[in-house]
């Protein structure tokens, strides 16, 4: 009933930058929460940065202060800004959302393709 697609990753060199976007679609009441997940080689998939219908963000220490996530709510979709990219950063980016669909009383979490993110240095 919903679907995540997210925006292609790519090769960036380090310091450079990327805008990854996802767009929720779908039988959508309400999306409670939509953010990126991460997951290096050796790494545990880590949180990268959350955004709330109300505003609210959050980020991971590892990010904070270069990566920035946005919302437009009228298109049910978020951006997420990195710059000063880091080899650090070279993951599998996976767009998350918590929404509720029009069919459901419960919010449930949905996940999207995944996209690699390169960083070169």
């Known amino acids: 009933q919903v679907q995540l697609v997210g925006s292609e990753g790519g090769l960036v060199q380090a310091g450079g930058s990327l805008r990854l976007s996802c767009a929720a679609s779908?039988?959508?009441?309400?999306?409670?929460?939509m953010g990126w997940y991460r997951q290096a080689p050796g790494k545990q998939r880590e949180l990268v940065a959350r955004?709330?219908?109300?505003?609210?963000?959050y980020y991971a220490d590892s990010v904070k202060g270069r990566f920035t996530i946005s919302r437009d709510n009228a298109k049910n979709t978020v951006y997420l800004q990195m710059n000063s990219l880091k080899t650090e950063d070279t993951a599998v980016y996976y767009c998350?959302?918590?929404?509720?669909?029009?069919?459901?009383?419960?919010?449930?979490?949905?996940w999207g393709q995944g996209t690699q993110v390169t960083v070169s240095s």
């Open positions: 998350h959302a918590n929404i509720r669909d029009r069919g459901n009383l419960r919010s449930f979490d949905y």
């Open positions: 779908g039988s959508i009441f309400s999306i409670n929460a």
């Open positions: 955004i709330t219908t109300g505003g609210s963000t």
